[in-house]
């Protein structure tokens, strides 16, 4: 067979929907963008499980018109200039690659406003390009972006997400975890129409408030504080603070918020490792409730491994689990002691 080059638009799709997999991941990005942009507000709002409409409006600092024409092109950013940046890059986004991806699986309208302005500007967008020039209108401080009929020209990608049960408890599940960590961003998160926001964090600078606010109070009850730096090791520094439930707190599923420099992602192995240590030192127990944030030497992180950017991988990755590890054996093993004296007195 003759081998033929793809045509651009072919190329764009699909590696859109490599970045854009599911309504939830355009709402990641969507809120990524919001906290880099420095906001203190974010709210979102969502119908049919994000594939009618996903909305997120921030306070932050705003697109300058002069930049909403090449805003939604693919490799257009802000964050990132030189390659090398990408090794103490703290911003989560990077590659300019979110936005116009949306733009290539669904309908895009931005309005934002920067500092000074008196008005602001709305533009949609389709396929990377501005569908007419930007249009004054009445703005408040920050951006808003929604996003309409996400995936409507992929086919088999809107059945299956119709099909499977909506994409609404993984947003939900996204909002609080970020909340927990950004814990002086006012989050909110609602179904379209309902008055009742399912996530609202308010603004605190305690993290176990910002833990009450999302997870409930009794969550909060059965958690211990934990701590590990190995900054004395002269081939690595990381240091890790976090909260982890106890021996009495009782719940079907592992909750593992996990940052790693900032940035919200999954280490199965952590995880593994980690509910391995709960089920051998408390065998009849639940599984636990985890909130770590991992500070590393940045060139120690590779952000750039998975088009989602949520997988991300570290140098000496074994030995930071089993530190971890270690910690929290120890902080386990001393509550379950207590556990053990107080209700034998
Ligand atoms: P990236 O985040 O990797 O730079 P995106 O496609 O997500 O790429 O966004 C492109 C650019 O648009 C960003 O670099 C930023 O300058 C701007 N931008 C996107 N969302 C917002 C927002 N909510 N507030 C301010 N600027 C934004
Ligand atoms: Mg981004």
């Known amino acids: 067979p003759r081998i033929r080059r793809l045509e651009?638009?072919?190329?764009?799709?699909?590696?859109?929907?490599e970045v854009i997999q599911r309504p939830s991941s355009a709402v990641k990005e969507l809120v990524e963008n919001s906290i880099d942009a420095g906001a203190s507000t974010v709210s979102v709002t969502v119908k049919d499980g994000g594939l009618k409409l996903?909305?997120?409006?921030?306070?932050?600092?705003?697109?300058?018109?002069?930049?909403?024409?090449?805003l939604c092109e693919r490799h257009t950013t802000s964050k990132l200039s030189a390659y090398e940046d990408l090794q103490t890059i703290k911003s989560m986004g990077f590659r300019g690659e979110a936005l116009a991806s949306m733009t290539y699986v669904g309908h895009v309208t931005v309005t934002t406003i920067t500092e000074g302005q008196l008005h602001g500007y709305r533009v949609s967008y389709r396929d990377g390009v501005m569908e007419n020039d930007?249009?004054?209108?009445?703005?408040?401080?920050?951006t808003q972006v929604m996003v309409e009929n996400l995936f409507y020209n992929m086919v088999a990608r809107r059945k299956t997400l119709q099909n499977s049960n909506d994409d609404y408890p993984k947003i939900v599940d996204f909002i609080s975890r970020f909340a927990v960590h950004h814990i002086?961003?006012?989050?909110?998160?609602?179904?379209?129409?309902?008055?009742r926001a399912d996530v609202h964090s308010g603004s605190t600078s305690s993290r176990l408030d910002a833990i009450r606010n999302v997870y409930g109070a009794s969550v909060v009850?059965?958690?211990?504080?934990?701590?590990?730096?190995?900054?004395?090791?002269?081939?690595?520094?990381?240091?890790?603070?976090?909260f982890i439930s106890n021996a009495n707190y009782v719940a079907k599923k592992t909750t593992m918020i996990l940052f790693i420099n900032d940035r919200l992602v999954d280490c199965t192995s952590l995880k593994r490792a980690t509910e391995f240590v709960y089920s051998a030192i408390l065998p009849q127990a639940s599984k636990p409730f985890i909130y770590m944030?991992?500070?590393?030497?940045?060139?120690h992180v590779d952000v750039n491994i998975h088009p989602t950017k949520k997988e991300v991988s570290?140098?000496?990755?074994?030995?930071i689990i089993e530190k971890i590890k270690d910690a929290i054996e120890e902080k386990l093993?001393?509550?379950?002691?207590?556990?053990?004296?107080?209700?034998q007195a």
């Open 221 to 242: 009850r059965d958690l211990m504080e934990i701590q590990v730096s190995d900054e004395n090791a002269v081939d690595e520094i990381f240091k890790m603070d976090g």
């Open 314 to 319: 570290l140098l000496n990755q074994e030995r």
């Open 333 to 343: 093993m001393n509550c379950n002691n207590t556990r053990i004296f107080q209700t």
């Open 54 to 70: 996903i909305q997120v409006s921030d306070d932050g600092h705003g697109i300058r018109c002069e930049d909403l024409p090449i």
């Open 8 to 17: 651009e638009s072919v190329v764009n799709r699909i590696a859109a929907g």
């Open 134 to 142: 930007p249009k004054p209108c009445a703005a408040v401080k920050g």
């Open 293 to 299: 944030s991992i500070n590393l030497p940045p060139e």
């Open 184 to 195: 002086n961003v006012n989050f909110s998160c609602r179904k379209h129409g309902a008055n």
